[in-house]
């Protein structure tokens, strides 16, 4: 069965090779690879990933991170052949809401801290030089204009509304050790999708890099009826 996977930030999809290969054969993932050089907000990036659903054909939407909002939306359209939902280390709403005063500053022609900057505060004990080395080559492709405006996006998001019209089968993937999302994202989510299920890995927030093969066993598990029917 197919599954379209919507990539975090940098949303280049050069971080998934483990995670699209532990999901073969049972799925075939397909990254959506959001335009690296246009400013785009979050419904122009949901329109983007709508023109790109296979259609009628049966597939699994996986939304990552930053791209949570979307995928959640896009699933409460109903769109034909959605047969399920995986969120990941994501949000329905911003994360931080206590940073939204900082939103002006984003507007500011300010450059992106590198990645070896980066990294430590996000990762902590799972640092290494080689995911600071491939974190900096997908963070290369991405204009730092477009990077203020993502999370800019984020800062302001709430698609809490939308969770209630999704009927699918969902699944949450919770990262233990995540810095940036915090748990009471999974409770805002459930409370408004209580049929939403949770599966908690130990992980920091690269969930799908760090853990791609549990990852990919617990959507495989969880959604091991619909890739039985849709094979």
């Not at 329905?92 to 206590?98: D, T």
């Not at 992106?112 to 505060?121: E, F, H, S, T």
């Amino acid at each position: 069965m197919r599954a379209l996977l919507l990539p975090g930030m940098d949303g280049s999809g050069q971080l998934h090779d483990e995670f699209v290969a532990a999901m073969a054969p049972r799925f075939r993932v397909e990254v959506v690879a959001y335009p690296p050089d246009r400013v785009l907000g979050y419904r122009q990036l949901q329109a983007f990933v709508a023109d790109r659903l296979p259609g009628d054909a049966p597939f699994l939407l996986i939304g990552e991170s930053f791209s949570g909002p979307i995928a959640i939306r896009i699933a409460a359209s109903r769109p034909p052949g959605l047969v399920g939902l995986v969120l990941c280390a994501t949000f329905a709403a911003s994360p931080r809401p206590w940073l939204g005063h900082l939103r002006p500053l984003l507007g500011l022609p300010l450059p992106i801290p590198p990645a070896r900057m980066l990294m430590p505060a996000m990762m902590g004990q799972w640092t290494t030089q080689e995911w600071t080395r491939r974190e900096q080559v997908a963070l290369a492709t991405l204009p730092a204009a477009v990077a203020r405006s993502r999370l800019a996006e984020v800062l302001k998001v709430d698609a809490t509304a939308d969770l209630g019209h999704i009927r699918v089968p969902a699944l949450y993937l919770q990262a233990s050790h995540d810095r940036l999302v915090p748990p009471r994202c999974w409770h805002q989510i459930h409370a408004h999708m209580p049929h939403a299920k949770r599966i908690r890995l130990r992980s920091p927030h690269f969930l799908l890099q760090h853990q791609s093969a549990r990852a990919a066993r617990a959507v495989q598990r969880h959604f091991a009826q619909l890739s039985d029917l849709y094979r």
